[in-house]
């Protein structure tokens, strides 16, 4: 028989690369986290990530084409432009000769990207972040979040946009603390419009951030009509917000309409369950207490959420809920194996936590 | 009234033993046999599909719905004294001790990969707690072995083991 303890020690560094990717797998609560659209870059990503940047206009010899006029970091790369100038760039850089176009070369792929179309006050926005964006490390810093928070109302909407893109990808805790300028009936008209669906996440969260009853009438219809729906889209948002508008009042709310249903479906449960390890994270000791008290009764009520209970809250490092899901174990309310070993290994996590 | 799971697992496994007349009270180092998890698997079973190594799509399905099926046990050695190797993932403790957990051969089991399967784990009791260092502590076990796959109040863990040594094992 072969022994074990070759595979033991080959399993060492499979032990710290485990370890680890629980660990980074507890990713700060994004605004993100809660996209509908495949996150792209964006304009401020691509300025800070990109070698060389150069802003481009057509001329009068050739109308179609891409030409760097300036180049404001690197330098001007030999390949060529391959973008054509669309009809309505066209008639802009006509009209405007100080505009101009920012493209970004990515010389190991070879590639071109279009950054942005730049009237004076896009370029102003573009050199702040081209001075500051150096100093900001990684992750979404709050200087950053400082910087796009002008935008939020500004006249042009490529920035207004570009402003809501970047509030999209700061952390809930950050977000939490932005000076909030867009108004709610804006946010509200826009949470509908046909090309605003996909930023209804952030929408939503930033509905909860206010305290008009107009941002609560919506959030409250939209969690009375979940309740009779299969999915989930949009939930966890919507939870979060609630809870970020009303406190306890809210996780009432959603432990009334949705948490003590038995009959919810386990996806809507732990969209839910999400929103309130955000919070928990956050909260004050008050809300932190009734979290803990409405998972209690909701691992009571149900057994099978505590799987879903563990991931959510484990995966933000945050074991507080391990005596409340100790029982589950010891008293092997899952049948399931993976189910069991999952709840096993938050509760064992918890209590090293606890030495 | 629960049953203390370190008696309801000895008696499982002894209840599950047809073919032994006799068992060792106590283990000495010339009944032990030093087993390795590919042992566990049914002969002509290849160890370590994708799954069991940790090479799955985690976007692509649930993990519950990823955990490989059980392809069965072997009771070679049920009722005989074993030593395994392999990681805690503790259940039951008694102060700070553990006195109940699960023997899985791959770390990070049950989190971000599948659960292994049956025939991958080992439900292991102990009535010395074991003061363990730690969630997923390497650990050599050495005691009773046999299969048992109703003894553990979980289904789908193929093997208990009646621990009666506990050691950890220096990466």
Known sequence: MISGFRRIRRSKILTTALTLAWIISAAPSMACGFHTYLPEKTAVDLILGSEHLVIARNSGASRFTYTPIEVLRGTAPAAKIPQLVDVVSRRKLSANPDDGVLFAYDAVQNNWSLVAYLTPEYRTFVKMVMDSGSEWGDGYPPERLKLVEPLQTHPEPALRSLALREIDQAPYALLRTMDLQIPVDTLLVDLWAQNGYAYQPIRILLLGLTDEDTARAELYDFINRMKHWDDAQNLGPISTALVEIDGDDGITRLEQTLLSDSTQPLNKIEAVVEALAIHNEFGSAALRSTIADTMTRLVTLRPDTAPLIARQFGSRQDWSLARTLEPVVQNRMLSNTQDFLEVAVYVAQGRENLK | ?171
């Open chain 2, 1 to 171: 009234m629960r049953i203390r799971p370190e008696l309801l697992n000895r008696r499982a496994i002894l209840a599950g033993l047809t073919a032994c007349a006799t068992f060792p009270g106590t283990a000495r180092a010339d009944d032990v046999i030093d087993l390795d998890w590919v042992d566990l698997l049914p002969e002509g079973n290849v160890l370590a599909p994708n799954t069991l190594r940790g090479l799955i799509d985690h976007e692509s399905a649930p993990l519950i719905s990823q955990q490989p099926a059980n392809s069965g046990v072997r009771s070679d050695w049920n009722g005989k004294i074993v030593r395994l190797p392999g990681y805690i993932v503790p259940i039951d403790y008694k102060g700070t001790g553990v006195i109940a957990f699960i023997l899985v051969p791959f770390v990070g089991a049950c989190v971000h990969v599948p659960a292994p399967p049956a025939n991958q784990l080992v439900f292991v009791t102990t009535q010395t707690p074991y003061e363990s260092n730690g969630l997923f502590e390497p650990v050599n076990v050495t005691g009773m072995f046999g299969v048992s796959s109703i003894s553990t109040q979980v289904a789908e863990i193929g093997y208990a083991l009646s621990a009666e040594k506990i050691e950890r094992f220096e990466l």
